[in-house]
């Protein structure tokens, strides 16, 4: 009887290898997917990981880069949303998620996703900057130019790309 248990016990190990190894084919095929800008594919491919592995991360980022990519923003957010309720101290699933807000054109939501990562992450430079842009295109330019005034004194690039955007109004 510990024999068969111990076979039995091996072969679950191979089994479960076996689909591991396949989901990370899958995943990279729809990463590479993703490359080509094969966009729908892409999603499908990450999906099919996703359903065998739900707490996959990597999936989880590509079907939700995927579903932006292919303006399905809705859809975007409420992958970005599950990610983060799995990882909510990733502050780069946050960042991307106020990225899909904005293409969304849901800027305001974009602001709080954005100060989120502000305050975890005061010297992250990308995230005021879009928090800046996300302030402007909610038209509260005090707010936009506040990130400006921050901004000029660590990065003059970012400062003035934030300039041109309040003063364009784009």
Do not use: W
Not at 143 to 150: L, Q
Request: net charge neutral.
């Amino acid at each position: 009887m510990g024999r068969f248990l111990i076979r039995l016990f091996l072969t679950l190990c191979l089994l479960a290898g076996s689909a591991l190894a396949g989901s990370l084919e899958t995943l990279e095929e729809a990463e590479a997917l993703f490359v080509k800008k094969e966009y729908g594919k892409s999603a499908r491919m990450a999906e099919k990981v996703l359903k065998e592995q739900p707490d996959n991360l990597r999936a989880g980022l590509v079907l939700a880069e995927s579903l932006n990519e292919s303006r399905k923003y809705l859809k975007a957010i409420d992958v970005y949303k599950d990610l983060i309720r799995q990882s909510p101290d990733n502050m780069e699933l946050v960042f991307n998620l106020g990225i899909v807000y904005n293409n969304a054109e849901y800027h305001a939501n974009a602001v709080t996703a954005y100060e989120q990562v502000v305050a975890v992450q005061p010297d992250n430079l990308k995230a005021r900057h879009r928090l800046g842009i996300s302030h402007a295109l909610c038209m509260d330019l005090s707010k936009a130019y506040e990130v400006y005034r921050f901004l000029k004194k660590r990065d003059e690039k970012l400062a003035n790309d934030l300039l041109e955007y309040i003063q364009s109004n784009r």
